[in-house]
């Protein structure tokens, strides 16, 4: 059966660090991954999606990037965090575009 | 793009009871709607989901109907019970796009 780690599961960091959050698939291959973003008490975000490896689909203009260096892995970044990325961050893998999307445990993301 | 909307917002029944969560969407091509239960401080996870050919579905205490003349889809549990406290989620996705829109969430209390 597939699988999904996104690790860590919390992660405090200052203003102006940088960050990297990691999520694999286990038991399935090429498929779609999604990176989101929750504020607290609000709904989801979508930052990233990718439909195959180096293929990555940015939806909102920030200071976070994403990566997808093997078919897998879906990695998100940021070189310098703002306050405003605190936030619970959800890695999602689907088999293809429609059909259902599960979701990692999620990192919460707190900026001091 | 698609735009959805879910009422209420809030929900608060009595054990026993039945809940009715509704959202609406603004493209007609859409032709696949999930729903999600996340409860707090944990990720999404799929609960039902209903494919554009299909009026309703049904999975024991839990059942989605979808409109597409109207352009609405709602999710209704019967026979409430505490651990069906969380926030629900509806999203929609077109039969060319990428990704899913999701709803603002519901926030679902049962009352024992």
């Known amino acids: 059966s597939q699988t999904i780690h996104q690790w860590p599961a919390t992660l405090v960091q200052p203003v102006g660090s940088p960050l990297s959050l990691e999520c694999t698939v286990e038991?399935?291959?090429?498929?779609?991954l999604y990176w989101y973003r929750q504020a607290a008490g609000r709904g989801l975000q979508l930052l990233f999606y990718?439909?195959?490896?180096?293929?990555i689909s940015s939806e909102v203009p920030q200071n976070l990037s994403a990566s997808r260096p093997q078919d897998r892995q879906f990695i998100l970044s940021s070189k310098k965090l703002l306050l405003s990325d605190s936030g619970f961050y959800l890695c999602?893998?689907?088999?293809?575009?429609?059909?259902?999307?599960?979701f990692g445990d999620g990192t919460r993301l707190s900026i001091l | 793009g698609e735009n959805v909307e879910q009422h209420p917002s809030t929900l608060s029944v009595q054990e026993g009871d039945s809940a009715v969560i509704k959202c609406t969407y603004s493209?007609?091509?859409?032709?696949?709607f999930p729903w999600y239960k996340q409860e707090l401080g944990k990720r999404p996870q799929l609960i039902i989901d209903?494919?554009?050919?299909?009026g309703e579905k049904k999975d024991q205490r839990i059942a989605v109907t979808l409109n597409k003349t109207a352009k609405h889809f709602s999710l209704h549990i019967t026979e409430t019970q505490p651990e069906d406290s969380a926030v629900y989620f509806c999203?929609?996705?077109?039969?060319?796009?990428?990704?899913?829109?999701f709803g603002t969430g519901t926030s679902l209390t049962v009352i024992p």
């Open positions: 038991g399935t291959s090429n498929p779609n």
């Open positions: 209903i494919r554009s050919n299909v």
């Open positions: 990718s439909v195959g490896i180096g293929q």
């Open positions: 999602a893998w689907s088999v293809r575009t429609r059909e259902p999307q599960h």
């Open positions: 493209d007609s091509a859409s032709n696949y």
């Open positions: 999203a929609a996705i077109t039969n060319t796009g990428n990704q899913f829109y």
